[in-house]
């Protein structure tokens, strides 16, 4: 299934993905820092809903209560649970 999810209080605005079962594939970010989110693109390819869940959830950038990779685990989870 392809997801998009609109980002909330950060820097880019909408993360694009595949999740088929609990495995995430395929992800863009539109917006935020380009390098640092291809290469969170690339590390996480592949690995499940709670992998990713496991290294990024609750990562903050700054002052920000969540940042782009937090976000990322949050878009995973939604779209895992719609998805069931």
Same mark, same amino acid.
């Given at each position: 299934m392809h997801y998009q999810y @609109?980002? @909330?209080n950060?820097?880019?605005q909408l993360i694009d993905f595949d999740i088929?079962?609990?495995k995430v594939s395929? =992800?863009?970010f539109y917006g935020g820092?380009?390098?640092n989110l @291809? #290469? =969170?693109s690339k590390l996480v390819d592949g690995m499940t809903v709670e992998q990713i869940e496991e290294k990024l959830k609750g990562n903050t950038c700054g002052n920000r209560s969540t940042s782009? #990779?937090?976000q990322l685990a949050c878009?995973?989870?939604e779209a895992f649970e719609k998805q069931n």
């Open positions: @609109k980002t @909330k950060t820097c880019s088929e079962g609990n395929n =992800i863009s820092c380009n390098g @291809k #290469a =969170i782009c #990779a937090d878009a995973v989870r």
